[in-house]
């Protein structure tokens, strides 16, 4: 029993040192190139659809025909996995067949708006003012949440890809993340 208790405290300090270690901020080995959005996108959804699927979920990607934008795919990705990760642990109850949908949209000639939605039980409104605080979970506990997704994915959008995130929601309504980015050095490109 005690040896059990302590490899799954050994696993519980690992993952904490690899989130901690994901929240700081490595600006110097960013390096930007130019993603068609469409692709990444639709590659991200991929990575998630089979997961929504086995729960009875839907996922709908509502994409321009074309759009380019210059970023640090590492960084955009990691966010993005964070927010996904985080709407399959909070988002639905079992109550409503699952909806996430991923849009996407120009914004201005350099920029980019990113939609997360889903159709989940949404975050009361005490909760959603700190949703982006470290250490912040309504699941802690047996579940092993340690509450920094959302703080890891808001450090990535805003400080290495200087960007923003907001997060709106209400109780039993869902949930919707917006992501606004600026191509890093060359325009967004919309065709």
Not at 38 to 56: A, D, F, K, N, P
Not at 153 to 177: C, D, P
Request: with cysteine; charged share 20%; proline share 3%.
């Amino acid at each position: 029993e005690y040896t059990q208790l302590a490899a799954s405290s050994t696993a519980r300090a690992a993952e904490l040192i690899s989130t901690f270690m994901s929240v700081a901020v490595r600006v110097d080995d960013d390096r930007a190139v130019e993603l068609d959005m469409v692709q990444y996108l639709t590659e991200i959804g991929g990575m998630v659809q089979g997961r929504l699927e086995s729960r009875g979920g839907v996922l709908e990607l509502l994409l321009p025909t074309r759009l380019k934008l210059t970023v640090v795919p590492e960084a955009l990705t990691e966010a993005l996995t964070r927010i996904l990760a985080n709407a399959f642990d909070h988002a639905w109850d079992g109550s409503v067949q699952p909806l996430l949908r991923i849009r996407c949209r120009a914004q201005g000639e350099n920029g980019m708006i990113i939609e997360v939605q889903d159709n989940g039980c949404g975050i009361s409104p005490d909760h959603l003012a700190r949703v982006f605080d470290p250490f912040f979970t309504t699941k802690s506990g047996a579940h092993g949440h340690v509450g920094l997704g959302l703080h890891v994915a808001y450090n990535y959008l805003t400080q290495r890809l200087k960007g923003s995130i907001e997060l709106s929601s209400q109780t039993g309504h869902g949930t919707t993340v917006t992501i606004r980015l600026r191509s890093s050095d060359a325009a967004t490109h919309l065709l």
